[in-house]
C-alpha cells in the first residue's frame, strides 16, 4: 500500500531529525484497531533506523467526545511523561503538525518484540522469559501510576471507578437485555469501588496485544490512546482479567504469570502494597466490563450482521462464569 503522504512527512522529518535524508521500505501494518500503524525505516546519516508513523483514521482528527480516548497529541505527551518516569515505552520522535500536511500523527520509535498472545504465552522463544513477565509488569505499573500528573491534568480527564461503573452501566442499561449474573456484579461492584481515593496516571489498556514481549521481556507498552487519571488498579485488574488470559487460567498474569509476582514487583518499584483482595475487585470490574464490551460488539452484528461482532458477542456467557467464580467462589 502506497501512502499518499510520503512526500509530506518526508519534508516534515527533514527539519525534525538531525542528519534525515529519506524514508525507505515504508508499509502499513495490520495491528491497531482504531488508528493506522505505518512502519517504515528513516535513512539518517546513511544508516536506516526503525520508526513506526501511528495516524488517526485518514489523517482527521480523533473524535473524542463520548469516549474515554484521548488525541494524539495527549497520547505522545503521556508516553513521554511516561519515558521520563522510567516507563518502557517506544520514544515519541516527532509529533506532526497541521501545516505539515500528514494529518494527526506521530512518529515514535520501533521497537523489536511480539504482541500476539498465543504466540508469547506458547512459543519455544519466549518459555524462559515468560516466569519473569509478572514481576515486570508490576515494575512497570509502578513507574506508570508515579508520573506526576499535574503538567497533564488540563489534557486527561479523571476517570475513577465509580465512573468507570456509571459508564458501563448505562451503557449496559441502555440495551434492555438483562443478564441477571451482570445485575449481580453491578450491585457487588458499587460500595467496594466507591471507597478509593487513589488518582494516579492508568494506562487504561495494559494487556496483551498493547505489551510487546521479546525474549529479553516486556519491550514497551503501546497504545496509550485511553490512558487517563484514575485508581491504579484499574491496570493492575484489567492484565489479570481471564479474558486477557486467552487460555491459561490458572497464570492469573496474562496468563503467564502470578499475582504475587507482580505485587512483588509493584511494590519493589516503590509502588504502593495491594493485596489480592484489593485486585479481585478490579479483576470483577475488568470481567464485567468485558461483558458489556461483548454486548456492544452484538449490538454491532445486529446491524451489519458481521461475523467477528457475532463471534466476540458471544462471548458474554465466559464472562458470566468468570464473574461467578470471582465473586461467589473466590477465584481469581
Not at 503522504?5 to 542528519?19: D, E, K, R, V, Y
Not at 518516569?85 to 497541521?98: M, S
Not at 504475587?260 to 504502593?272: H, P, Q, R, V, W
Amino acid at each position: 500500500m502506497t501512502a499518499d503522504f510520503l512526500p509530506a512527512l518526508q519534508s516534515a522529518l527533514t527539519g525534525a531529525i538531525p542528519g534525515f535524508e529519506r524514508i525507505e521500505k515504508m508499509r502499513r501494518l495490520s495491528g491497531g484497531a482504531s488508528q493506522e500503524t505505518w512502519a517504515f525505516d528513516a535513512i539518517v546519516e546513511g544508516k536506516g533506523e526503525p520508526l513506526i508513523l501511528r495516524r488517526s483514521p485518514g489523517g482527521a482528527e480523533r473524535v473524542t467526545v463520548g469516549s474515554h480516548a484521548v488525541t494524539l497529541e495527549t497520547e505522545a505527551l503521556a508516553i513521554e511523561s511516561a519515558r521520563a518516569q522510567g516507563v518502557a515505552a517506544p520514544r515519541v520522535r516527532h509529533l506532526l503538525k497541521p501545516e505539515d500536511g500528514v494529518g494527526h500523527s506521530y512518529v515514535m520509535d520501533r521497537l523489536p518484540g511480539e504482541t500476539i498472545a498465543r504466540k508469547i504465552l506458547r512459543d519455544a522463544e519466549f518459555a524462559e522469559v515468560r516466569p519473569k513477565l509478572a514481576r515486570q509488569c508490576g515494575e512497570i505499573l509502578a513507574r506508570i501510576h508515579q508520573v506526576d500528573v499535574a503538567p497533564l491534568r488540563s489534557a486527561l480527564t479523571v476517570i475513577d471507578g465509580p465512573a468507570q461503573l456509571r459508564r458501563y452501566r448505562d451503557l449496559y442499561d441502555a440495551y434492555d437485555y438483562p443478564h441477571p449474573v451482570f445485575e449481580f456484579a453491578f450491585k457487588w461492584l458499587e460500595p467496594r469501588m466507591a471507597s478509593s481515593g487513589r488518582q494516579t496516571l492508568v494506562h487504561g489498556d495494559f494487556r496483551h496485544g498493547n505489551l510487546l514481549i521479546s525474549p529479553r521481556g516486556v519491550e514497551a507498552a503501546l497504545d496509550w490512546e485511553l490512558t487517563h487519571i484514575g485508581d491504579p488498579l484499574e491496570d493492575i485488574g484489567w492484565i489479570c482479567t481471564n479474558s486477557w488470559r486467552f487460555g491459561v487460567a490458572e497464570k492469573v498474569v496474562g496468563g503467564f504469570g502470578d499475582l504475587e509476582d507482580l505485587l512483588t514487583g509493584y511494590e519493589a518499584a516503590d509502588g504502593a502494597h495491594f493485596t489480592a483482595e484489593d485486585v479481585r475487585t478490579w479483576i470483577v470490574y475488568g470481567s464485567l466490563k468485558w461483558g458489556v464490551m461483548c454486548m456492544t460488539m452484538y449490538q454491532g452484528f445486529l446491524r451489519d450482521g458481521s461475523v467477528e461482532r457475532a463471534a466476540i458477542g458471544r462471548r458474554c456467557s465466559e464472562t458470566e462464569i468468570d464473574l461467578i467464580n470471582l465473586i461467589v467462589h473466590g477465584r481469581l
